[in-house]
Nanobody, 126 residues
Framework: QVQLVESGGGLVQPGGSLRLSCAAS????????IGWFRQAPGKEREVVSC????????YYADSVKGRFTISRDNSKNTVYLQMNSLKSEDTAIYYC???????????????????WGQGTQVTVSS
């Protein structure tokens, strides 16, 4: 069955780093536009970063530019999100998901009918 599994979340101090992984099963991940999304308590789910199926171009939310990096390892069928200089505002559940309707990334969160992982908690606190 098609499956996305996130890992790598945890508790980290402000200024620290985490690397999230999103491993895909039953489909070739690099055939899809895929991104990272997060939802903080009391807030709407938002786009964090995305990598396009068309040309591999990337998108980053303004709030994470210069701090986060999305990458893809086709041999492992995995997408990563390297998060550096973490802030308390980055605390959220982080999800990976495909965007099958688009060949290019956007600031639009995919629909619930797309392929979603179950999320991994990132907590940034001193």
């Amino acid at each position: 069955q098609v499956q996305l599994v996130e890992s790598g979340g945890g508790l980290v101090q402000p200024g620290g780093s985490l690397r999230l992984s999103c491993a895909a099963s039953a489909f070739t991940l690099d055939d899809y536009t895929i991104g990272w999304f997060r939802q903080a308590p009391g807030k709407e789910r938002e786009v964090v970063s995305c990598i396009s199926s068309s040309d591999g171009s990337t998108y980053y939310a303004d709030s994470v530019k210069g701090r986060f990096t999305i990458s893809r390892d086709n041999s492992k069928n995995t997408v990563y999100l390297q998060m550096n200089s973490l802030k308390s505002e980055d605390t959220a559940i982080y999800y990976c998901a495909t965007d099958r309707e688009n060949d290019y990334c956007s600031d639009r969160v995919p629909t619930p009918n797309d392929y979603w992982g179950q999320g991994t908690q990132v907590t940034v606190s001193s």
